[in-house]
């Protein structure tokens, strides 16, 4: 039987550093408005952590990034976890590398559990 994880926690920061062994996750400069150098962007490069918990069986993930003034969706990735305890606690960095904005504006961070929308998190670019 399949259970949809429940989100604790999502997070955008410049960096998530996982630690070997322990699987710790520090994060490192974590924002919610964002300065870049004009528009469209140069690449930027950020990272976005995941805390799930309640999760039972291979759930499909997808973190999605939506232009909310076009609503486009501009970058996703997508990842399939196993989730074999629910009391157990995953965490997930998405790495995200080379991603124009188009404009200044507000943007969502969006995670999905095949079609159900389990969190989203808004930012400024500017």
């Known amino acids: 039987m399949e259970h949809l994880p429940t989100v604790i926690g999502l997070m955008i920061c410049e960096q998530a550093i996982v630690e070997k062994g ?4 520090s994060l490192i400069n974590c924002f919610t408005r964002k300065r870049v150098e ?14 799930l918990t309640d ?3 291979s759930i499909p993930l997808e973190v999605a990034i939506v232009d909310l003034e076009s609503m486009d969706e501009i970058k996703s990735l997508a990842v ?10 995953i965490r997930l960095v998405f790495r995200i590398a080379d991603l124009v904005f188009p404009h200044a504006g507000a943007y969502d961070i969006k995670l999905f559990a ?10 400024q670019v500017e």
């Not at 322990?22 to 996750?25: A, F, G, H, L, Y």
């Not at 004009?38 to 805390?51: L, R």
């Not at 095949?114 to 930012?123: G, I, K, P, S």
């Open 22 to 25: 322990t699987e710790n996750v």
């Open 80 to 89: 399939t976890i196993n989730f074999v305890d629910r009391s157990k606690e």
């Open 55 to 57: 999760g039972l069986g």
């Open 114 to 123: 095949r079609v159900h929308m389990l969190a989203q998190h808004r930012f």
């Open 38 to 51: 004009g528009f469209p962007s140069p690449p930027q490069s950020f990272s976005i952590a995941v805390f």
